[in-house]
């Protein structure tokens, strides 16, 4: 899962990035409304951070011209203490959630988490697939009740898969939404990745779809 955080206080950008990477994603950022607007638009991601009060384009702005473009990812937006019109206007505008300034950083992992699950169609922090469980709230994974030690790309591999659980996804789409704009992207790579997630599960639940990428779904009983 990828996603974007953009937040002109480099403290709070830095604090944010570093609490997502350890929590499983890739992240790109942005520290003002210019740069952030334009990897929005350019760049699939998962979900956005986006703050309100930004330098070169202010948050509400940045979110209509995605709206307008019909970039429709989660975008969860930080407003200011006592600024109840940043929030309207930002639900307005398309925003999906917002957490008000100061919040504890766990908190805005927990609504990452949800918005991203419900963008997938899932309700509950646990996904399950046939034997497989994917537990977004810890970031872990288990096949019949045992714990898979996964790499930190694994899991991330993992988590798309069973968050796109019966869909097809395209190698370039798994390139997209696992590294970060400046990891040198080699879809090659991700079929190495597959080989291994395949053996660590032991079942054999993800389906090459020959041309045109992966599907994982629960084994027919
Ligand atoms: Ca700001």
New binding site residues.
């Given amino acids: 899962m990828r996603i974007l955080v953009v937040?002109?206080?480099a403290n709070l950008n830095r604090q944010l990035v570093e609490a997502l990477q350890e929590a499983g994603y890739v992240v790109d950022k942005a520290f003002d409304g210019e740069e952030g607007h334009f990897l929005g638009d350019t760049e699939p991601y998962d979900a956005v951070i986006l703050?309100i009060?930004?330098p070169e384009m202010d948050g509400i702005t940045v979110l209509e011209k995605w709206r307008a473009a019909s970039r429709v990812m989660p975008v969860l937006i930080l407003t200011a203490r006592d600024r109840w019109s940043d929030k309207v206007a930002g639900i307005d505008a398309g925003a999906d959630d917002y957490v008000t300034k100061p919040f504890h950083v766990e908190e805005v992992l927990a609504r990452i988490r949800a918005l991203i699950r419900r963008a997938a169609g899932h309700a509950s922090s646990e996904i399950v697939c046939g034997p497989v469980r994917l537990d977004t709230k810890s970031s872990k994974a288990t096949v019949d009740g045992l714990t898979l030690k996964l790499t930190s790309h694994e899991y991330r591999l993992l988590s798309y898969l069973m968050h796109h659980m019966g869909e097809v996804v395209s190698r370039t789409e798994l390139v997209e939404h696992l590294y970060d704009q400046d990891f040198d992207r080699d879809s090659n790579t991700i079929e190495v990745f597959v080989g291994r997630l395949r053996k660590k599960l032991g079942v054999d639940m993800i389906e090459t779809v020959r041309g045109l990428g992966y599907r994982m779904q629960a084994p027919a009983k």
């Fill in positions: 937040e002109d206080d703050d009060g930004l």
